[in-house]
């Protein structure tokens, strides 16, 4: 039993902070050099009291417009802004959106590999038989764990939710993947405080990182310097990996689209791995990174433009928090 | 590649306006240019002309162009 990707929709919530804004904000930092570095010029950003589950719902809702959701038989929740420890967003999901009670719900707690892993997981099930028909919802929100005085992260991050419909088909279009994981990095992008190691504590101290940025324990913390070395270590073996498995050479994939960390990394790996500019998707200007949304996001804006088609090969790769990492080959149906 | 050559990539990459004024003396953590992004810009300079991975220990020792050049090896300069 073969499984496909069959439509792909996103939410982007309402509240927009553009570079305009940030720059009132923080004096000696220029929107246009941003811009020209990371190639965001704006976020889109939660308002008070919306979460994660509020866009992971929408951008559900939006695909289910044109899908008879009695047959969704699998959700799979990806994300690391939870609405509880527990339970499970995905069953908070199954019944908001009305859906039988006869399936299967389960979240899954990873960020930047995360669509990847879901295709994973939707592939496993579908060709184990356990489903056949899956809601994949990778929804993050990021800016609600990064300090108000963090320029870094605010220039980085957005929030956003993507929603994607894997069926069981008689042909395969999911590829071969390659999957990885390196938690002696787990320190390097992290949300120190909130867990059961170290409780959320509302007296945590502002520190100034040096750059610019302030922030406490409690909120999220990336080394971007780190982060970087792992990617540069990382990602061009990835890619090589996934077209070995996939028995393809770079020539016959039509398109590559990475997780939108950030332009200046992207460009960077993309040259190291001689990598065609026509052939490697880049696209924050308006969404900034949205973590495990970035790549369903890219797909959609990539269909929607007409810049892939039916037909084509697209490969896939998401690196990041964990540190973990993950690529395949998608045939676009 | 040539130290002077180096240097002069060194100023393009922080984006030091009056490049004339980075030096081997120059004590890179003292500039305004010298943020997170510029560190991770530096990473990809050292990465691409050396193939050398540069580790928060080595940042830590970062201080002059001077001491940047040590760490990357000064066999590694014509």
């Known amino acids: 039993m073969g499984s496909t990707v069959k439509n792909i929709s996103y939410y982007l919530p309402e509240e927009v902070v553009d570079n305009r804004s940030l720059e009132q904000e923080f004096t000696e930092w220029s929107a246009e050099k941003v811009e020209k570095k990371v190639g965001i010029r704006e976020r889109h950003v939660v308002g008070e009291g919306e979460t994660a589950l509020d866009l992971a719902l929408k951008s559900a809702e939006l695909i289910l417009r044109d899908y008879d959701k009695s047959r969704i038989d699998f959700i799979l929740l990806c994300t690391q802004s939870p609405e509880y420890y527990l339970p499970s967003g995905a ?21 930047c590999s995360g669509y990847i892993y879901g295709l994973a997981l939707s592939k496993s099930l579908i060709s184990s038989g356990i489903a056949s028909r899956i809601l994949l919802v990778n929804a993050e929100t990021y800016t609600s764990h990064i300090h108000p005085k963090d320029r870094g992260n605010r220039t980085i991050f957005g929030d956003g939710a993507a929603a994607t419909i894997i069926e069981a088909s008689d042909e395969e279009d999911i590829g071969e993947f390659v999957l990885g994981t390196d938690g002696s990095g787990y320190k390097n992008l992290i949300v120190p405080n909130g867990g059961m190691r170290s409780k959320y504590d509302p007296e945590a101290k502002e520190a100034d990182d040096g750059s610019g940025s302030i922030r406490t324990a409690n909120n999220l913390y990336m080394n ?29 994939i039509d398109r590559v689209i990475c997780h939108q960390a950030n332009k200046y990394m992207l460009n960077y790996l993309r040259k190291k791995m001689k990598i065609p500019e026509e052939k490697f998707y880049i696209n924050l200007l308006k969404t900034g990174n949205t973590v495990s949304a970035t790549i369903p996001i890219a797909i959609r804006d990539c269909l929607d433009v007409g810049i892939v088609k039916p037909g084509d090969k697209v490969l896939l790769a998401g690196f990041g928090v964990g540190y973990s990492w993950g690529g395949t080959v998608l045939r676009i149906e | 590649m040539k130290k002077s050559e180096f240097i002069e990539e060194l100023a393009d990459t922080l984006e030091i306006e009056d490049a004339e004024t980075l030096q081997e003396e120059t004590d890179l953590t003292e500039l305004e240019e010298y943020d997170s992004m510029a560190r991770v810009a530096l990473i990809a300079l050292v990465d691409e002309h050396f193939g050398k991975e540069l580790t928060p220990q080595n940042f830590k020792a970062i201080t002059t162009v001077g001491s940047l050049i040590n760490i990357i090896g000064e066999e590694q300069f014509d």
Request: proline residues 4%.
């Open chain 1, 224 to 252: 971007g310097p780190e982060i970087f070395n792992f990617t540069i270590r990382t990602v061009p073996g990835l890619v090589l990996d996934i077209l070995e498995k996939n028995q393809l050479s770079l020539d016959e």
């Open chain 1, 91 to 111: 069953c908070i999901l199954q019944n908001r959106l009305g859906l039988s009670t006869g399936i299967g719900a389960l979240d899954f707690n990873l960020g």
